[in-house]
């Protein structure tokens, strides 16, 4: 028999419902109690989108993030939060947020956690933080509910937990403090849990290491054989799952663990797969992942039934099939799309879709091939038509990539020389201030790009519209007194979806949210074919705006390598290549910009830093091609014209001499949750151009004061010189209201006017 199980299912809901129910309770709206009513809702319901699974997955939803949720769990709180009043619902926004629900506005609030990237996708997790007076203590209670709940439920549940590596891993060190010292009272937290777990007679916990797909050191290696030595002392079996890329060096180590079981990311690890079956002791599960949990298409069922029917021969009851990894990645169910595009979405498979893949590949090996006969049949018709439609394969795209030469990511004229003809054609003072892009989505933009889409609006009246918001926002930031304005977006509904839905070879579905941070829900657009830019996409707007005010207007443009990255993209061709498309493409709309007679334009590449490979030696490969895709998209232009790039919530530190070679005259990044850390990196290296350190958190609600972004500013002058610093927030200001907005963009401004005025406090004469 096989057994069939989960890693992980998404929490949003089939229509963001905790989203919703998230932005409601924070805008007191509604009750902690109708919150909490929601949140119990929804696991129930997603358990028994999971009933045809021998275990399903419990533990593994969260109201904001599953890894502060660990810290809460095991009482690992910064102070100036946990010292704080309230409830455990309290300190959980506050970390994420800065602010709890019943915190007053009026009051600065506390400093949210940093946030970061999970491993290499585009889910923001929040850091732990840890000093030398770190303790731990078990505070279960809220995974036990679930747990029990669950059970009431009839589910046959394999509760899900962050495994003690990879969470000390994840974690910061504020003071210097050696991680793995805390190691042996974390090891006694986790071990009260299981005594826990024991009491209640459950059978299996799944507990997630994707630190072993990592480079470790033997200092690392030798934490997680101490951990899970310490950790057999229960009844409780464990399953250690590993996700999101090979073992490789950890291979040896990752069988030999006192595990019951070990799971095995099969999608990115397929060639280890024999060799852990043939590793693993006889006492022992292997659990394959052979679904991708991160990517929306279709299993080739046979071809997979080919590869792991032999090892099913070897092991027998002691396989299981699972996805790759947690189903956190991909949206929910392909049948809430009913105005996709048919062909396309019968290459699809979203997370419902992929645990029936897993349920039809179960019974294939239990009862033959013949058993499913007409699924395998239909998936196999699927698969051979997406491999032959000349609806992905264009060849003058693919011709156009071949013609692509090392003069067209060159620019003109070297940084020096540009910058002189860029103050030239643009006059700024010194710290001049800018916004990412993006201002508040109100409620009256969203249901008006909602009217439009459902035809409710001519594109006369829609455009008028637009210009309406476009002209409110420019001159909000002209009363600001910003020096480089923006335009704001009222028309784009996603930096990547709206380019998707404007160049051919995406589709773009209808209810294909996946969750990025908190309540943050993006819609990855679906890269199906060759790509390609077949009309202007921004100019129309950016010149309006631009004829509105004597100040300059930014042109806004998504990178192509972001393009890339949060999109779905194609599996049948190297990411590389795709990515080439895409950088002619936006190379295409800045030449259009620049033609339309804007002197600036930013290319974001907000998520270079998430495609890099988890191991460091395969970096360079990597970053080759990124960098040129965004040379190639970036570096048509001539000198008078610059160029911005934005980066935010990654760790840029290690990759900054990769950065200085995409050439962009100026990059802003992300720098206020993590004190301008980032800017570490500039004691070893010197970075050529100009940038802008973000000292405004535009992911809490707090307003930064005066006085703090000025203190920013000074840490970031000390590596930069003042010349070359721009004054902007971490990101843009479409998730943030107005009210919100307007003060914090007021005290940015005061503090970049002050620095100006104040050179003596950067000893310059």
């Known amino acids: 028999m096989v057994t069939t199980h989960n890693l992980g299912f998404p929490r949003i809901g089939r229509k963001r419902e905790l989203k919703f129910a998230l932005e409601r309770y924070w805008n007191k709206t509604i009750s902690e109690e109708i919150l909490l009513a929601k949140a119990t809702e929804l696991r129930s319901k997603h358990w028994q989108d999971q009933v045809m699974l021998d275990w399903v997955p419990v533990g593994d939803f969260s109201l904001y993030d599953h890894v502060l949720d660990t810290s809460l769990m095991l009482g690992n709180l910064p102070t100036r939060i946990s010292e704080l009043p309230g409830s455990r619902l309290d300190d959980l926004f506050r970390a994420a947020r800065g602010r709890a629900v019943n915190d007053d506005r009026d009051c600065v609030g506390v400093k ?146 006192p595990v019951s079981g070990l799971h095995l990311d099969a999608v990115k690890a397929k060639d280890e797969a024999v060799k852990v079956a043939d590793w693993l002791g006889s006492n022992k599960i292997l659990s394959l992942g052979v679904i991708d949990g991160r990517n929306i298409w279709k299993t080739d069922l046979n071809e997979t039934l080919n590869w792991i029917e032999p090892i099913h021969a070897i092991l027998q009851d002691r396989l ?115 916004t990412i892009g993006s201002f508040p989505q109100t409620q009256a933009i969203r249901q008006t790009r909602s009217k439009f889409r459902k035809g409710k609006l001519s594109q006369q009246e829609y455009r008028f519209a637009m210009q309406k918001e476009i002209e409110t926002c420019v001159r909000e930031q002209e009363v600001l007194g910003l020096d480089v304005l923006v335009h704001g977006e009222p028309e784009r509904n996603d930096m990547v979806e709206y380019f998707g839905e404007q160049l051919a070879g995406y589709v773009i579905t209808q209810y294909g949210w996946v969750q990025s941070y908190g309540s943050r829900c993006v819609k990855p657009p679906i890269i199906y074919g060759d790509v390609s830019h077949t009309h202007t996409i921004t100019t129309e707007w950016v010149q309006y705006a631009q004829s509105l005010t004597d100040k300059p207007v930014k042109g806004m443009l998504t990178g192509p390598v972001t393009l890339l990255n949060w999109s779905f993209v194609r599996d049948d061709q190297p990411r590389a290549e795709t990515c080439a498309q895409l950088a002619l493409a936006v190379r295409d709309e800045v030449l259009a910009l620049e033609d339309a007679g804007i002197g600036i334009i930013q290319i974001d ?153 104040n050179l003596k406090c950067f000893k310059v004469s």
């Open 605 to 757: 590449e907000a998520a270079l830093r998430e495609g890099l490979p988890l191991r460091r030696s395969q970096w360079c490969a990597y970053l080759d091609w990124a960098i040129r895709a965004f040379r190639v998209a970036a570096n048509g232009v001539k000198d008078s014209t610059q160029i911005h790039t934005h980066m935010c919530y990654s760790e840029f530190n290690d990759i900054m001499e990769a950065i200085a070679r995409m050439d962009a005259d100026v990059i802003t990044i992300e720098t206020s949750r993590s004190d301008m850390e980032l800017l570490d990196a500039f004691d070893q290296f010197h970075y050529p151009n100009e940038i802008g350190p973000g000292v405004y958190d535009i992911h809490s609600p707090n307003i930064p004061s005066v006085d703090s972004m000025i203190d920013l500013m000074k840490k970031a002058a000390q590596r930069i010189p003042i010349q070359r610093l721009w004054v902007n927030p971490d990101c843009g200001l479409k998730t943030r209201s107005w009210e919100e907005v307007k003060p914090a963009l007021r005290n940015m401004i005061a503090a970049s006017r002050y620095l100006a005025s």
């Open 320 to 434: 299981w099939l699972a996805p790759s990894c947690t189903l956190l990645h991909v949206p929910v169910d392909l049948d809430c799309e009913v105005t996709l595009d048919t062909e396309v979405r019968s290459w699809m498979a979203f997370a419902v879709q992929k645990l029936n893949e897993i349920d039809v590949l179960a019974k294939a090996l239990e009862h033959g091939r013949n058993s499913v006969s007409e699924i395998l049949l239909e998936n196999a018709n699927a698969i051979e038509c997406r491999r032959h439609s000349t609806r992905v394969h264009q060849p003058v795209v693919k011709c156009r990539v071949r013609e692509i030469t090392d003069a067209m990511g060159a620019r003109q004229s070297s940084y020096r020389q540009r910058a002189q003809a860029q103050r030239e054609r643009v006059r700024l003072p010194l710290f001049p201030t800018t």
């Open 112 to 257: 949210a956690c940093e946030m970061t990237k999970w491993f290499d996708t585009n889910y923001h997790f929040i850091v732990p933080e840890f000093d030398r007076k770190t303790q731990f203590s078990l505070y279960a209670d809220s995974f036990l509910r679930q747990i029990n709940a669950a059970r009431r439920q009839g589910i046959q549940a394999k509760p899900v937990i962050l495994g003690p590596i990879t969470y000390l891993w994840l974690g910061k060190s504020k003071d210097g403090t050696n991680k793995l010292e805390l190691l042996d009272e974390l090891i006694s937290v986790y071990a009260q849990l299981l005594n826990v777990l024991e009491r209640l007679e459950i059978q299996w916990l799944q507990i997630d290491e994707p630190v072993l797909v990592m480079e470790l050191d033997q200092s690392w290696q030798h934490a997680l054989r101490k951990a899970y030595y310490q950790l057999q002392t229960t009844s409780v079996r464990l399953l250690l799952t590993t996700y999101f890329g090979q073992l490789q060096n950890n291979l040896q180590l990752a069988c030999e663990l």
